[in-house]
């Protein structure tokens, strides 16, 4: 197997202490976070402006910038050990999307963070009896949600989209990729978060929907 593989334009690192043989042959066929790119390759625009929370290896974020522009595109990461691996992938594809190793929450601090040996088990939430705990950054989601000014949402958190929902100012905002995850939130939980986003104009896109990864739509 070789040190990268390509899925959908992006060059993804397959030999790394953190990506597992599972993760690796996910890659390698093209099975990895294959449906949050399903859905961000068909409503992504040139004039979109994205702001991907959770952004794992760096696939989602160097795959926007490729197509609009690294200046456009914004990663957040928790997970401290991520981002060797997120500064590997965007250097492999020549993009540069600004990175971000902290945890967007209520106010500025610092936080538990939950790690885990399978990196995207990693939480705010703890889910498993392997994880180690870090304190880690965390800065004001709603300040950098108007510093950054995102068009284009992009979350996938491990369960902490319920928080992260109840607090994030959508003004701006007109697309939303997010995956829930239903076996740490419960079937309430993640109605309130759709109900929500109804509630601020949001449209469920029925056409698009991929298991447990939605996609959100409203004009502004």
Sequence with gaps: MPDFSDNYGVM?????????????????????ESKEIDIISKRLDKNDRVMEVGAGIGFLSAFCAKQIGSENVFAYEANP????????????NY???QIYNIFLAD???ECEFYLNDDFWASSSVVNTVS?????IR???????IRRIAPTFLIVDIEGGEKDFFALVDLSGVKKICIETHPGILTDKDISE?????????????????RKNVFYFYRDC
């Design 12 to 32: 993804l690192p397959v030999k790394h202490a953190l990506i597992s043989k599972g993760i690796a042959k996910q890659i390698y066929f093209e099975e990895y």
């Design 138 to 144: 965390k800065v004001s989601l709603n300040d950098e």
């Design 131 to 135: 994880t180690r705990k870090v304190m």
């Design 81 to 92: 050990e991520l981002i060797d691996v997120i500064k590997m992938t965007h250097k492999k």
């Design 193 to 209: 978060i759709f109900n929500g986003l109804m509630n601020k104009g949001f449209w469920l896109d029925f056409s698009i929907i």
């Design 95 to 97: 993009v540069s999307p």
């Design 107 to 109: 106010a500025d601090g």
